[in-house]
């Protein structure tokens, strides 16, 4: 029934890529140690300040957003420091393994999957470790259960209950929130390529303030690729790269920012709350029932329960029958639920497409009668807005 050559992408990472940027991507290759190289890497890393809320130019590393994670971690993490992760889902638990791999002694604070950590519980875990603290770790969007951590509020608690370094993961959520590094008191800010940035897998973004800098100055970790001292001294040397750059992704990330200056950040961040607000809606419409309350959800990524059997068998549907790819559970949640992106290249049109197709694979699974509940809502939200 569907074009072979049509497929539609709702996982919460890979994102759809725009034509735009896959043009841009596919240019003449430069020489990373010519005279071009130089006035693109610098062009992109202020472009993305606004994005990342940083002081500083946003550095760009060949890899994965783990690599980011990585990077994070290795450069201000000596063998023993004492750190904090806050573990709310499988990225959370992902970070805290990062930190041990490096050394440090993990100390975890635990909060049920589906649920935001609030202000009090990281207070109340920090004053009960009476320790010395040289970090903590947060994921502003836990992908895995799509809750965004309220991290403004975190990083406050941080601050006035240690002297420790605050870094956050924003890799599912960075180019679709608002934040603020300096007045959210975060030292290290970290992201990826392939979720609301638009881009293919393949590069990784950090943002560093001053007071980490300074830290990985003085840090005796060992490292080598990720040594994010070589990243800085080569970009404040002579704006490159100290390794082989993927020069076509930092083109393509040079057209996301075009994309996202004209249609303005304020209104990317208006987006993707109306996105959120669509398909959270159009799902409460037909009975699915959401893990995350409306209060802690994400506006990139929304997570539904599949706790009736039929509802299980919903995303093997979308891909069959209407070439719809969502994402699953993870860990502990593998098979408990289904996730559907709606970050980046994304507009509510796109929604009424998945929510479609969720109202058709409900009716061929169980003959619930559901067809136009679920768009009829979301189009009920849109309206608001237009």
Known sequence: MMLLDQQYLFAPGPTPIPDRVKVAMNQAMIAHRGQEFPRLLEDVSTRLMPIFGSENPVTVLTGSGTSALEAAAANVINDGDEVVVIVAGAFGDRFAAI?????????????????????????????????????????????????????KELGEVVKRVTDALYIVDGVSCIGAVPVDMKAWNIDILVSGSQKALMLPPGIAFVATNDVARSVMKHSKAKRFYLDLNRYLTSYETDKSTPFTPAVSLIFGAQEVCNMIEEEGFEQVIKRHEILKEMTREGLKAIGLPLLTTDEDASPTVTAVKTVAEPAKQIKKVLKDKFAITVGGGQKKLKGEIFRIGHMGYCTPFDIIKVLGSIEMSLKCIEGKDVVGKAVKRAEEVWMEYV
């Open 99 to 151: 930190c041990e791999t490096f050394g440090a002694t993990v100390n975890r604070l635990n909060i049920e999957w589906g649920k935001a950590c609030q202000p009090e519980q990281l207070e109340e875990y920090l004053q009960s470790l009476q320790k010395d603290v040289k970090a903590v770790f947060a994921t502003y969007c836990e992908t895995s259960t799509a809750v965004l951590q309220p991290i």
